[in-house]
């Protein structure tokens, strides 16, 4: 195989990362792939009507205020990150 | 087990709406989706909301929008979904179908975060469409026409950006220039790394315009500005010449309007007097309406109230000020529609739909909150209060019935009759109700009259062929017919030339104005200007049987001799032939005339040797037999229905001319044959069991088509509705001669005889399956049982965030008192005093004007004892101290001192946020008294948890507390602790049991099968699934085998491996299931998924039933969307084949509307397994004839026996 740059493994990640939201890295800790998780669930309620309204039914709200909580949610879905060690 | 997944009654919820001209021409039409199915509906000229078209996508549609290119009359729809694609559709108005204009892919299938469908918007102008994803990705495709005028779309631009969520996205209108989108915008990309918190609470949405530069073919970020954090949709305000364009951003509290270079006008959203302090008003949906000189909009909160906006420009087209006023009260929707026509198309979130009319347009003097009267304090702005009030601006014209959300259902017979009631608890909140569902059209009756005696037959007939309406009925008794004609009122005649003192055997109208009643003894043939000819019977003959239409009469003497007469130039009846047949006739009859036609070129006879004979009236052949049929009994009554050629247009795909012979025979049975046109050959014949009494058929109008009415032990109605043929039974009594009737008042009819009254009724909702009877209810209804032998039901009802009756109506009386008093600031007391005599006369009720909120953690419950029969509830425990109902079961403890005793399992100060938790909970004891109409408290047993699942057991009660799984004995004070096992993962949400076993149903992690050994008194789970399951349905199939239901739409069935479960039962000393581990921490042996499907819609129960009399068991399902559905199991291998293929053959030729692939949708979380796709199998009726053909080809089959196929498998389900 040609040792080219563009094809190698790592660019080939880093263009899936940049071009699809969640694509995990080695590096990943586990509050970045719990929010993305996190995002990813959100944004499955808002897209399934029915779930929505499932949960809308068990929390007795709308389904409007419903799915902008979830809207909300996807802001700090885990809370504040923690702090960055310096290595 | 292979299975047929059909679905009974499609969606009733609606996610989306738009409207537009859809057909072409001056009417709208409303676009709904609901969830995989679209439908187009139009409110006909009486107001009621007609379904035009209806269309299973396979696929999740989640937006809708509909745009129009300059100077085209028609609208488009452009369709998100879950499929990763763009669809574009067209009504095809000749063809009754939505055909796919363009379709184009942009991303993976599904529901993702940044696959685009979420949201679409289009350029007013129709110049240019958006569709957004929930974060990032956003694509603009440019719409314009091509040298042949039709639409063409561009590839895509994209205007992503990352890290950002997106809210809303609309279209500005801006005129002519380029077009505007708008999106509200939040990017969270800082927040993410900053530990401190700082940056996420900085976190500020931003309102940005993209433009897409038509000249340069790109899309470039205008304009971003921050906006009010609580935004979260976005209206279009009229641009151009109509307005000053700009949008408004509908936020939290506020609304804002916006737009680049213009100030910001703000206005607060007035609140209700009663809303805790703490809640927001947020805006859940809004409809524009514009007119050439003016425009509003109606904005609608969360808790209902619908405002209006108006915005007031200055001569720069600039706004100066914004209006909110309070406008009605209804229903919180998801989509509204104002119509041209003056209507108010509402989609109800939970709950029936609505069509209102305007009665006013809000000028009158009701609460304002102003942009130019906003105050701000230091608390931030100062709010405006109003208090609901009745509909003034609007009044309900119409109700779409809506099941959405089904809660529970439960399938038995109580009311003994012949097929058995669906109840089914629904709606949400103040919208609750138990529906009782049976299978059949609604009838509505006009009247009932009583008459001096027992008739045997009725007609009806009009005077005239031009004639819209009936002029008489004639109703003949045993020694006598009664003529009674249809004016202003019935009343009876004599001079209307029939004879009164013989029963009648068959009246019709003969020729253009004349008329004719055969009585035994001979035809009487009454011309319209009075002269009557009499045709008597040869010798002591008496005429049985007569078949006519407008120019033929058959009638058959006794001993089997036939006469046929038609009717020449001069309008005289000439007999034409006869004919001895060997033995008595059974039934006759004769096809209208073809339009165009001198004669019906058939006759049918039937004889009581069990064969139906098809003789020829033409003249050449005239009375010659053409075919004959051996049927299983002697044909009762028939009738030959064409199935007219149609080329769609409202209610039909493509239909070539058929005649199909209907026979009813004396054992009940209906045989439909369809007869050659040309040879008169009978082929390819159907049967169906209506009843235990013979059918007979008569001739009906539906939609202005002939329809065919089956009167056996029920009646049913034989009709087209959108491509197929239906045979569904109608709600009402047993009838025994039924004729058409169309008069003034009721345009399409029947008139009947039943016993010795004459009933008048019409026949609505064509092509539901069910018609329901609604009782309403408290609180959201959680569970239910049914009590078989007291014939009652029990119900649970609870709110979360509610407050109870009682505390409602002290805060009403407060609230009137205070009004009263005249504390509540002067500027409202006006409206206030409204109010309050309104409210004296009439509460304001609670299913229009929704609960008042209450803090979230504030629990509203009951249990509700009620007689479905009498539609009445026997009994109603409120519970007190914050504890909700969530669970039930009768139990009869093996002491037997109490007998059948209800068991209640209580939550107590229950939250869900941010954390589940509760203090505990409690299991009731309730004994029935009073013939089990209502409950005596026995006692009240509190446990460490949530009591979420309770079943009996062997004489005891299996409780599901949390993670653990307890058997509770009856004791004096209260329940006493037998047994338990702690090890279920997460909360037991249901258990069955089966002799020694126990199903254990867990919300996280499927189901777990147990066995409680009764001499070392232990719990132990010996299976468990390999899939984590959200459970949300459960079902005992058999020992080995449980169907289940998860929260993401998925039914399965698993079932234990024969020698797995053989083990187990014959293992003498239990050591094995004692001593034996499984791997990480699952039980040792594992269930086989035997059974896959993707409903796409959250299914809340799951019920065994057979829906027809004799007819195999199936499984029932419900949603949240209010659907009901049914999986049959098949009952040979041939049936499996052939459905699979033709499924195979219909994926392929026919791929879903919206773009989802048909395999992929079925298959979205779990590979489908072993069930066959009904509702991908019904489309067929509605392709092509060619495609018809060829698909049936390859079957080695005709497309008539595929149809029969078809029609036959449903047949065995309803």
């Given at each position: 195989m040609q040792a080219s740059d563009r094809f190698n493994i790592n660019s080939q990640l880093e263009h899936l990362q940049a071009k699809y939201v969640g694509t995990g890295h080695a590096d990943l800790n586990r509050f970045e792939w719990a929010v993305n998780i996190q995002r990813d669930s959100f944004a499955s309620y808002i897209g399934h009507y029915p779930l929505l309204s499932y949960f809308a039914i068990a929390e007795n709200e709308s389904i409007g205020r419903e799915r902008y909580n979830f809207m909300q949610k996807m802001l700090l879905p885990c809370g504040l990150p923690p702090e960055r060690e310096e290595d | 087990m292979y299975l047929y997944s059909l679905s009974l009654q499609r969606a009733t919820g609606i996610v989306c709406a738009t409207y537009g001209n859809f057909v072409g021409g001056k009417t709208q039409e409303i676009v709904v989706a609901r969830g995989k199915v679209l439908d187009i509906l139009r409110p006909d000229d009486n107001g009621k909301l007609q379904t035009l078209l209806s269309v299973e996508v396979f696929g999740a549609i989640r937006s809708l929008v509909q745009f129009r290119l300059t100077g085209s009359q028609k609208d488009y729809i452009v369709v998100g979904s879950d499929s990763g694609r763009i669809v574009i559709l067209e009504y095809n108005r000749e063809k009754n179908t939505l055909d796919k204009v363009h379709q184009e892919t942009f991303g993976k299938s599904g529901c993702r975060r940044i696959v685009p469908g979420q949201y679409l918007a289009v350029d007013p102008k129709g110049r240019a469409v958006m569709i957004g994803a929930c974060e990032k990705q956003k694509l603009v495709y440019v719409l314009n026409r091509d040298n042949a005028a039709r639409l063409t779309?561009?590839?895509?631009?994209?205007?992503?950006?990352?890290?950002?969520?997106?809210?809303?996205?609309?279209?500005?209108?801006?005129?002519?220039?380029?077009?505007?989108?708008?999106?509200?915008?939040?990017?969270?990309?800082?927040?993410?790394?900053?530990?401190?918190?700082?940056?996420?609470?900085?976190?500020?949405?931003?309102?940005?315009?993209?433009?897409?530069?038509?000249?340069?073919?790109?899309?470039?970020?205008?304009?971003?500005?921050p906006i009010d954090n609580g935004a979260n949709m976005l209206v279009t305000v009229p641009g151009g010449g109509d307005g000053p364009s700009g949008v408004l951003v509908c936020a939290e509290n506020f609304v804002i309007y916006k737009n680049q270079n213009r100030p910001d006008v703000r206005a607060v959203i007035p609140r209700r007097t009663d809303l805790p302090a703490e809640r927001g008003v947020l805006i859940v949906s809004a409809a524009t309406h514009k007119q050439k000189a003016m425009f509003f909009f109606l904005l609608q909160t969360e808790y209902g109230d619908i405002f209006k906006v108006t915005l007031d420009c200055d001569s720069n087209d600039q706004v100066t000020e914004l209006k909110i006023r309070y406008f009605d009260t209804i229903p919180v929707t998801s989509a509204m529609c104002v119509l041209k026509s003056g209507f108010l198309f509402a989609a109800s979130e939970f709950g029936n739909h609505a069509l209102y009319q305007f009665q006013g347009i809000g000028q009158d003097t009701d609460v304002e909150s102003s942009s130019a009267t906003l105050m701000e304090t230091e608390e931030g702005f100062q709010p405006v209060f109003f208090q609901p009030r009745k509909l003034k601006n609007l009044v309900q014209i119409d109700e779409v019935e809506s099941l959405m959300p089904i809660m529970d259902m439960k399938v038995a017979n109580l009311f003994e009759e012949e097929t058995p009631q669906i109840f089914t608890l629904c709606g949400k909140g103040p919208v609750s109700s138990l529906r009782i569902l049976r299978p059949g059209l609604a009838v509505t009756e006009m009247a009932v009259s009583q008459l001096p005696g027992v008739p045997s037959a009725v007609w009806t007939v009009k005077r005239s062929v031009n004639d819209e309406f009936d002029a008489y009925i004639v109703v003949?008794?045993?020694?006598?017919?009664?003529?009674?004609?249809?004016?202003?009122?019935?009343?009876?005649?004599?001079?209307?030339?029939?004879?009164?003192?013989?029963?009648?055997?068959?009246v019709s109208l003969l020729g253009e104005d004349s008329l004719m009643q055969v009585h035994p003894n001979g035809i009487r043939h009454i011309r319209a200007d009075g002269r009557i000819n009499e045709w008597k019977t040869p010798g002591k003959k008496t005429i049985v049987k007569v078949g006519c239409n407008r120019m033929q009469v058959v009638i058959a003497l006794s001993g089997g001799e036939l006469i046929y007469f038609e009717m020449d130039m001069t309008g005289q009846l000439m007999e034409i032939e006869k004919r001895e047949m060997s033995g008595d006739v059974a039934c006759l009859d004769i096809a209208p005339v073809p339009e165009g036609r001198q004669r019906s070129r058939f006759l049918a006879v039937g004889s009581y040797d069990s064969t139906i004979r098809i003789l020829s009236?033409?003249?050449?052949?005239?009375?010659?037999?053409?075919?004959?049929?051996?049927?299983?009994?002697?044909?009762?009554?028939?009738?030959?229905?064409e199935v007219q050629a149609s080329t769609g247009g409202e209610d039909g795909a493509d239909h070539p001319?058929?005649?199909?012979?209907?026979?009813?025979?004396?054992?009940?049975?209906?045989l439909r044959t369809e007869v050659d046109m040309v040879t008169g050959q009978l082929s390819d014949t159907r049967t169906r069991f209506l009843g235990l009494r013979a059918p007979k058929l008569f001739s009906a109008l539906v939609r202005g088509r002939r329809a065919m009415l089956c009167l056996s032990s029920r009646p049913w109605l034989g009709y087209i509705h959108q491509g197929h043929f239906l045979l569904t039974p109608l709600s009402y009594e047993t009838l025994e001669y039924a004729a058409s009737f169309s008069s003034d008042q009721c345009a399409e009819g029947v008139v009947a005889v039943a016993g010795d009254a004459l009933r008048v009724f019409t026949i609505e909702r064509l092509g539901e399956t069910f018609n329901q009877t609604v009782m309403p209810l408290r609180y959201t209804p959680r569970k239910f049982i049914l009590h078989p032998k007291n014939k009652t039901l029990v119900i649970l009802e609870s709110d979360m965030g509610a407050l109870t009756t009682e505390e409602r109506d002290a805060n009403k009386k407060e609230a009137i008192e205070a009004a009263g008093g005249g504390e509540n600031g002067k500027m409202y007391v006006d409206e206030q005093e409204n109010g309050e005599g309104e409210e004296k006369e009439d509460p304001l009720p609670d299913p229009q004007y929704g609960f008042p909120k209450a803090p979230s953690n504030k629990w509203a419950s009951c249990i509700r004892v009620l007689d479905p029969k009498a539609g009445e509830t026997t009994c109603l425990l409120e519970l007190q101290d914050n504890e909700a109902a969530l669970s039930l079961s009768t139990v009869t403890f093996h002491d037997k001192e109490l007998g059948t005793v209800l068991a209640v399992g209580t939550s107590k100060d229950l939250k869900f946020w941010p954390k589940k938790e509760s203090a505990g909970g409690f299991i009731h004891i309730y004994r029935f008294?009073?013939?089990?109409?209502?409950?005596?408290?026995?006692?009240?047993?509190?446990?460490?948890?949530?009591?979420?699942?309770?079943?009996?057991?062997?004489?005891?009660?299996?409780?599901?507390?949390?993670?653990?799984?307890?058997?509770?004995?009856?004791?004096?004070?209260?329940?006493?602790?037998?047994?338990?096992?702690?090890?279920?993962?997460?909360?037991?949400?249901?258990?069955?049991?089966?002799?020694?076993?126990?199903?254990?149903?867990?919300?996280?992690?499927?189901?777990h099968y147990v066995k409680y050994r009764r001499d070392e008194n232990q719990l132990y789970t010996f299976a468990d699934d390999s899939c984590p399951r959200w459970l949300t349905a459960s079902l005992h199939i058999d020992f080995d085998t449980m169907a289940g239901a998860d929260k993401f739409g998925n039914i399965y069935f698993m079932r234990l491996p024969q020698d797995v479960s053989e083990e187990i039962e014959d293992d003498p000393t239990g050591g094995k299931i004692k001593w034996e581990q499984g791997r990480l921490n699952g039980a040792p042996n594992k269930v086989e998924e035997i059974i896959q499907f993707h409903v796409g819609e959250v299914v809340t129960s799951l019920q065994k039933a057979s829906l027809i009399p004799g007819g195999g068991e199936c499984v029932l399902y419900g949603t949240v969307m209010g659907s009901v559905g049914a999986l049959l199991p098949f009952s040979s291998r041939e049936d499996v084949d052939f459905f699979s293929h033709l499924e195979m053959h219909l994926r392929q030729e026919n791929p879903p509307l919206c773009g989802r692939d048909h395999m992929a949708f079925r298959s979205a979380y779990f590979p489908v397994k072993d069930v066959i796709d009904g509702d991908l199998c019904e489309q067929y009726p509605t392709l092509s004839t060619e495609l018809q053909r060829k698909i049936a080809d390859e079957l080695d089959r005709t497309p008539g026996e595929i149809l029969k196929k078809l029609e036959d498998i449903r047949n065995r389900i309803i």
């Amino acid at each position: 195989m040609q040792a080219s740059d563009r094809f190698n493994i790592n660019s080939q990640l880093e263009h899936l990362q940049a071009k699809y939201v969640g694509t995990g890295h080695a590096d990943l800790n586990r509050f970045e792939w719990a929010v993305n998780i996190q995002r990813d669930s959100f944004a499955s309620y808002i897209g399934h009507y029915p779930l929505l309204s499932y949960f809308a039914i068990a929390e007795n709200e709308s389904i409007g205020r419903e799915r902008y909580n979830f809207m909300q949610k996807m802001l700090l879905p885990c809370g504040l990150p923690p702090e960055r060690e310096e290595d | 087990m292979y299975l047929y997944s059909l679905s009974l009654q499609r969606a009733t919820g609606i996610v989306c709406a738009t409207y537009g001209n859809f057909v072409g021409g001056k009417t709208q039409e409303i676009v709904v989706a609901r969830g995989k199915v679209l439908d187009i509906l139009r409110p006909d000229d009486n107001g009621k909301l007609q379904t035009l078209l209806s269309v299973e996508v396979f696929g999740a549609i989640r937006s809708l929008v509909q745009f129009r290119l300059t100077g085209s009359q028609k609208d488009y729809i452009v369709v998100g979904s879950d499929s990763g694609r763009i669809v574009i559709l067209e009504y095809n108005r000749e063809k009754n179908t939505l055909d796919k204009v363009h379709q184009e892919t942009f991303g993976k299938s599904g529901c993702r975060r940044i696959v685009p469908g979420q949201y679409l918007a289009v350029d007013p102008k129709g110049r240019a469409v958006m569709i957004g994803a929930c974060e990032k990705q956003k694509l603009v495709y440019v719409l314009n026409r091509d040298n042949a005028a039709r639409l063409t779309i561009s590839s895509p631009l994209e205007a992503h950006k990352s890290h950002t969520i997106v809210y809303s996205i609309t279209g500005v209108d801006c005129g002519f220039d380029n077009p505007i989108f708008a999106a509200i915008e939040l990017d969270y990309s800082e927040a993410d790394q900053d530990s401190t918190g700082q940056a996420a609470a900085e976190a500020q949405k931003h309102l940005t315009f993209y433009e897409l530069d038509l000249g340069l073919n790109h899309v470039v970020r205008k304009w971003t500005e921050p906006i009010d954090n609580g935004a979260n949709m976005l209206v279009t305000v009229p641009g151009g010449g109509d307005g000053p364009s700009g949008v408004l951003v509908c936020a939290e509290n506020f609304v804002i309007y916006k737009n680049q270079n213009r100030p910001d006008v703000r206005a607060v959203i007035p609140r209700r007097t009663d809303l805790p302090a703490e809640r927001g008003v947020l805006i859940v949906s809004a409809a524009t309406h514009k007119q050439k000189a003016m425009f509003f909009f109606l904005l609608q909160t969360e808790y209902g109230d619908i405002f209006k906006v108006t915005l007031d420009c200055d001569s720069n087209d600039q706004v100066t000020e914004l209006k909110i006023r309070y406008f009605d009260t209804i229903p919180v929707t998801s989509a509204m529609c104002v119509l041209k026509s003056g209507f108010l198309f509402a989609a109800s979130e939970f709950g029936n739909h609505a069509l209102y009319q305007f009665q006013g347009i809000g000028q009158d003097t009701d609460v304002e909150s102003s942009s130019a009267t906003l105050m701000e304090t230091e608390e931030g702005f100062q709010p405006v209060f109003f208090q609901p009030r009745k509909l003034k601006n609007l009044v309900q014209i119409d109700e779409v019935e809506s099941l959405m959300p089904i809660m529970d259902m439960k399938v038995a017979n109580l009311f003994e009759e012949e097929t058995p009631q669906i109840f089914t608890l629904c709606g949400k909140g103040p919208v609750s109700s138990l529906r009782i569902l049976r299978p059949g059209l609604a009838v509505t009756e006009m009247a009932v009259s009583q008459l001096p005696g027992v008739p045997s037959a009725v007609w009806t007939v009009k005077r005239s062929v031009n004639d819209e309406f009936d002029a008489y009925i004639v109703v003949s008794f045993v020694n006598a017919t009664l003529v009674l004609s249809i004016g202003e009122t019935v009343e009876e005649v004599s001079d209307s030339g029939f004879l009164d003192t013989t029963p009648s055997l068959a009246v019709s109208l003969l020729g253009e104005d004349s008329l004719m009643q055969v009585h035994p003894n001979g035809i009487r043939h009454i011309r319209a200007d009075g002269r009557i000819n009499e045709w008597k019977t040869p010798g002591k003959k008496t005429i049985v049987k007569v078949g006519c239409n407008r120019m033929q009469v058959v009638i058959a003497l006794s001993g089997g001799e036939l006469i046929y007469f038609e009717m020449d130039m001069t309008g005289q009846l000439m007999e034409i032939e006869k004919r001895e047949m060997s033995g008595d006739v059974a039934c006759l009859d004769i096809a209208p005339v073809p339009e165009g036609r001198q004669r019906s070129r058939f006759l049918a006879v039937g004889s009581y040797d069990s064969t139906i004979r098809i003789l020829s009236l033409d003249p050449d052949d005239c009375m010659q037999i053409l075919s004959v049929q051996a049927v299983p009994s002697p044909p009762e009554s028939l009738l030959l229905l064409e199935v007219q050629a149609s080329t769609g247009g409202e209610d039909g795909a493509d239909h070539p001319a058929s005649v199909f012979l209907s026979a009813g025979l004396q054992n009940g049975v209906l045989l439909r044959t369809e007869v050659d046109m040309v040879t008169g050959q009978l082929s390819d014949t159907r049967t169906r069991f209506l009843g235990l009494r013979a059918p007979k058929l008569f001739s009906a109008l539906v939609r202005g088509r002939r329809a065919m009415l089956c009167l056996s032990s029920r009646p049913w109605l034989g009709y087209i509705h959108q491509g197929h043929f239906l045979l569904t039974p109608l709600s009402y009594e047993t009838l025994e001669y039924a004729a058409s009737f169309s008069s003034d008042q009721c345009a399409e009819g029947v008139v009947a005889v039943a016993g010795d009254a004459l009933r008048v009724f019409t026949i609505e909702r064509l092509g539901e399956t069910f018609n329901q009877t609604v009782m309403p209810l408290r609180y959201t209804p959680r569970k239910f049982i049914l009590h078989p032998k007291n014939k009652t039901l029990v119900i649970l009802e609870s709110d979360m965030g509610a407050l109870t009756t009682e505390e409602r109506d002290a805060n009403k009386k407060e609230a009137i008192e205070a009004a009263g008093g005249g504390e509540n600031g002067k500027m409202y007391v006006d409206e206030q005093e409204n109010g309050e005599g309104e409210e004296k006369e009439d509460p304001l009720p609670d299913p229009q004007y929704g609960f008042p909120k209450a803090p979230s953690n504030k629990w509203a419950s009951c249990i509700r004892v009620l007689d479905p029969k009498a539609g009445e509830t026997t009994c109603l425990l409120e519970l007190q101290d914050n504890e909700a109902a969530l669970s039930l079961s009768t139990v009869t403890f093996h002491d037997k001192e109490l007998g059948t005793v209800l068991a209640v399992g209580t939550s107590k100060d229950l939250k869900f946020w941010p954390k589940k938790e509760s203090a505990g909970g409690f299991i009731h004891i309730y004994r029935f008294v009073n013939e089990g109409r209502t409950l005596e408290l026995v006692h009240k047993t509190p446990v460490d948890g949530v009591p979420t699942a309770l079943c009996p057991f062997q004489g005891r009660l299996l409780v599901g507390v949390g993670q653990i799984l307890r058997i509770y004995d009856l004791g004096k004070r209260k329940l006493l602790r037998k047994c338990e096992n702690k090890n279920f993962p997460n909360t037991i949400t249901a258990i069955h049991t089966y002799g020694d076993r126990i199903y254990v149903g867990d919300l996280q992690e499927s189901f777990h099968y147990v066995k409680y050994r009764r001499d070392e008194n232990q719990l132990y789970t010996f299976a468990d699934d390999s899939c984590p399951r959200w459970l949300t349905a459960s079902l005992h199939i058999d020992f080995d085998t449980m169907a289940g239901a998860d929260k993401f739409g998925n039914i399965y069935f698993m079932r234990l491996p024969q020698d797995v479960s053989e083990e187990i039962e014959d293992d003498p000393t239990g050591g094995k299931i004692k001593w034996e581990q499984g791997r990480l921490n699952g039980a040792p042996n594992k269930v086989e998924e035997i059974i896959q499907f993707h409903v796409g819609e959250v299914v809340t129960s799951l019920q065994k039933a057979s829906l027809i009399p004799g007819g195999g068991e199936c499984v029932l399902y419900g949603t949240v969307m209010g659907s009901v559905g049914a999986l049959l199991p098949f009952s040979s291998r041939e049936d499996v084949d052939f459905f699979s293929h033709l499924e195979m053959h219909l994926r392929q030729e026919n791929p879903p509307l919206c773009g989802r692939d048909h395999m992929a949708f079925r298959s979205a979380y779990f590979p489908v397994k072993d069930v066959i796709d009904g509702d991908l199998c019904e489309q067929y009726p509605t392709l092509s004839t060619e495609l018809q053909r060829k698909i049936a080809d390859e079957l080695d089959r005709t497309p008539g026996e595929i149809l029969k196929k078809l029609e036959d498998i449903r047949n065995r389900i309803i």
